[in-house]
């Protein structure tokens, strides 16, 4: 399996503050055919299923909002939130789904101070 | 709109069998993996396996032994049964759509306990 690690594990910010998420693949999950990194972030809040933010690494899902952005290649990638908002306390995943067995990252907690 | 709404037994003896079910309404139920997806209380989310509409599927390797997705597609539906459960199988289970995950069912809490 390809095994996803994140950091950091929690961070807290205060309004308006960038807030930065790292995720690393154990492996690349660059597929040189199409230049694509099978690589998603996902935002999940208390009692909710996780909602889809990024997909390809950089592409955002209709109706995220422009403050979410990732970016990276092959083995390390970055979700960045410019601008924290109240609604933006949720923990954070990354996926990749370059592999048949889908894997995780063990998520980050995002706290606003 | 697509909607996915999942049913099954939410407590379960030790070494009994789990069974969930996952109906999609809405959209096409061609062109897509549907997934299992499980979240053990407070701990990160982990893929149990697929399946798409010819029946093909793939399992998570450690769980493989005791997990059996199936396909009705004239219902639009698909299903999840994981046997033997223990503790350790106690945890949210959602079902989903595609790769990456853009739908996912409202989630069943599945507690195993004698």
């Known amino acids: 399996d390809i095994v996803m690690t994140q950091s950091p594990d929690s961070l807290a910010a205060s309004l308006g503050e960038r807030a930065t998420i790292n995720c690393q693949s154990s492996?690349?999950?660059?597929?040189?055919?199409?230049?694509?990194?099978?690589l998603a972030w996902y935002q999940q809040k208390p009692g909710q299923p996780p909602k889809l933010l990024i997909y390809?690494?950089?592409t955002r899902e209709s109706g995220v909002p422009d403050r979410f952005s990732g970016s990276g290649s092959g083995t390390d990638f970055t979700l960045t939130i410019s601008s924290l908002q109240a609604e933006d306390a949720a923990v954070y995943y990354c996926?990749?789904?370059?592999?048949?067995?889908?894997?995780f990252g063990g998520g980050t907690t995002v706290e606003i101070k | 709109q697509v909607q996915l709404r999942q049913w099954g037994a939410g407590l379960l003896k030790p070494s009994e069998t789990l069974s969930l079910t996952c109906a999609v309404y809405?959209?096409?139920?061609?062109?897509?993996?549907w997934s299992w997806i499980r979240q053990p209380p407070g701990k990160e989310l982990e893929w149990i396996g697929e399946?798409?509409?010819?029946?093909?599927?793939n399992y998570r390797p450690s769980l493989k032994s005791r997990v059996t997705i199936s396909v009705d597609t004239s219902k639009n539906q698909f299903s999840l049964r994981l046997s033997s459960v223990t503790a350790a199988d106690t945890a949210v289970y959602y079902c989903?759509?595609?790769?990456?995950?853009?739908?996912w069912g409202q989630g069943t809490l599945v507690t195993v306990s004698s």
């Open positions: 989903t759509r595609g790769r990456p995950i853009n739908y």
């Open positions: 390809w690494a950089s």
């Open positions: 399946i798409n509409q010819s029946g093909v599927t």
């Open positions: 492996q690349s999950v660059l597929y040189s055919s199409n230049n694509k990194n099978y």
């Open positions: 996926q990749q789904y370059y592999s048949t067995s889908l894997t």
């Open positions: 809405g959209g096409s139920f061609s062109g897509y993996y």
